[in-house]
């Protein structure tokens, strides 16, 4: 053993009776599926794994929604996961440079955004012009992540120069931000809007067609379960995914 | 205190957990250190973003870390040398920051200095707008670091009793006179290292800041967030700040330590 790994196995002697007991080290007899997924993906996926749960007796599914960045990081650095569905190809493009994707990437859907305000529209939005506007706080996702890639490919297919109040870090921060009225409007997905229900109001922009986040969906190279993840795949592929998709506002993908 | 009287006293056995310990504890900073790229370090840390939330980090956290002392010392005189009802229980809430998650606390805020939050109309009012902005940010930082500073200096002031203060008084000092020439000087030291601390929670305040404040590039992106958001899309600068902050940190125990062996 090197001293390098003796050095690493420390920390981990002294960790392992503590995941033992809660619970990470024990492996049941019933095969799992982990599924990591981007945030936006959250309800419908989780309907999606009930689903496949029912229709695969003894299988549990296993989500983990976070960021796609944060996904791919975790993957990268080996993580156990068996499918990945990202919420743009960029972040899938990482994993396939890296020999990591098994099957896939196929798109599976597509999102565009849309402007979130309060209930009852007190700033009046009515188009992506109005949000220049110089009394609007508006909130954004920052450029660095998937959701603010999009708002600054918008701002330039528009031709607008957007002055953001803050630019957060996820489209859950940016909804949250116009939920408890700090900000005017922000812009989100279109689903994201959906999911929020009636805490925010959803306005639709001409625009938004020309700026379409596509999301695709693979299976992890080296995963236990390859024929579980590939069946997930199909689910979401087939009718019933694109039905639970479309009812929470996600596009038909771009094939 | 000599090294030789502990180790007479102490059971050999305690030295293998202790060590564990701080293997466990130094290990994540050497692994930290191994994944810094230093060819382009110092590219990293100076790009345009950085030197605008390092600046931000340290101008935020110097100001929140007045505003704790100037709130904070007569805080701990007024739990440690009076009695009121209530105070057992005043005591345990105002130190309740200490034990919040930070996103809470960041919540808490929102709904009392936010636009729709309880002073925030008033403060609308009066022109004042405290979401996005840096104010916003000192104000997060003051509430998590806080309880640092009080708790430190609480425990200096039992610690030291009322004895001095008492003779003073005896003597004809009056209570200013009393507060300023004996008992602060008595407590100089927890002073010194409770304003370290507070300094120290202010600087790495993340959670209350980016859940009130946002997050926008030189007026609330402090480092920690900074730090956040590079990670999504370039790794290798997220690991060269951290080490900024890192250093920093390191710099500050340094001086307290210093300071604290010169009282």
Redesign the interface.
């Known amino acids: 053993m090197s001293v390098r790994r003796l050095w690493a196995a420390i920390p981990l002697a002294l960790l392992a009776p503590g995941l033992a007991a809660c619970g990470i080290a024990d492996q049941g007899d019933s095969p799992t599926l982990t599924v990591y997924a981007a945030a936006s993906l959250r309800s419908t996926f989780e309907q999606l794994g009930e689903e496949f749960e029912e229709a695969h007796d003894g299988v549990e599914v296993a989500l983990s929604f976070a960021g796609s960045s944060d996904l791919v990081a975790q993957v990268q650095q080996g993580a156990d996961a068996d499918v990945f569905a990202s919420a743009d190809t960029a972040n899938m493009d990482k994993l396939v440079a890296d020999d990591l994707v098994g099957e896939g990437p196929e798109l599976f859907a597509a999102n565009t955004m849309q402007i979130a305000v309060a209930p009852g529209n007190p700033a009046g939005i009515t188009s992506l012009a109005d949000l220049a506007g110089p009394s609007v706080k508006l909130v954004v996702c920052a450029p660095e992540v998937p959701c603010g890639a999009a708002t600054i490919r918008l701002e330039g297919a528009a031709g607008l120069d957007l002055s953001p109040v803050s630019e957060e870090q996820s489209v859950t921060d940016v909804l949250n931000k116009v939920v408890t009225g700090e900000a005017d409007a922000g812009l989100v997905y279109r689903t994201d809007v959906t999911v929020a229900g009636d805490t925010v109001e959803g306005i639709d922009f001409e625009e938004s067609a020309g700026v379409v986040n596509d999301y695709p969906i693979a299976t992890v190279a080296g995963s236990d379960a390859a024929g579980l993840a590939r069946q997930f795949m199909d689910l979401v592929l087939g009718a019933t995914g694109q039905r639970v998709l479309a009812e929470a506002g996600f596009a038909r993908p771009r094939r | 205190m000599s090294t030789r009287q502990h180790t007479a006293t102490l059971p050999a056995w305690a030295f293998v957990p202790a060590a564990?310990g701080a293997?466990?504890v130094l290990?994540p900073l050497v692994a930290m250190l191994s994944r810094v790229s230093w060819g382009d370090f110092w590219g990293l840390v100076t790009s345009e973003s950085s030197r605008a939330a390092f600046a931000l980090s340290m101008r935020t956290s110097v100001l929140s870390t007045l505003s704790c002392v100037v709130m904070g010392v007569p805080m701990a005189l007024v739990l440690a040398r009076t009695r009121f009802p209530g105070q057992g229980l005043l005591r345990s809430l105002v130190f309740l920051p200490l034990v919040l998650p930070p996103v809470v606390g960041g919540i808490a805020l929102?709904?009392t200095f936010?636009?729709?939050g309880l002073l925030g109309e008033s403060l609308e009012v009066l022109g004042l707008q405290i979401?996005?902005s840096t104010a916003a940010v000192v104000l997060a930082q003051t509430f998590v670091a806080l309880p640092f500073l009080v708790i430190s200096l609480e425990g200096a002031l039992r610690t030291a009793g009322e004895r001095y203060e008492v003779v003073a008084a005896t003597l004809g000092a009056r209570p200013s006179r009393v507060l300023f020439h004996v008992t602060l000087p008595l407590i100089l030291p927890a002073l010194g290292s409770g304003t370290v601390l507070a300094f120290a929670r202010a600087l790495g305040e993340f959670g209350a800041t980016?859940?009130f404040a946002?997050?926008?590039?030189g007026v609330?992106?402090t480092l920690p967030?900074e730090i956040?958001?590079?990670?999504?899309?370039?790794?290798d600068a997220a690991v060269a700040l951290s080490l900024v902050l890192v250093l920093v940190a390191v710099l500050v125990i340094g001086f307290s330590r210093r300071g604290r062996s010169m009282l």
């Open positions: 564990l293997v466990f290990l929102l709904y936010g636009r729709r979401a996005f980016i859940t946002g997050s926008l590039q609330t992106r967030l956040y958001l590079q990670r999504e899309s370039d790794p």
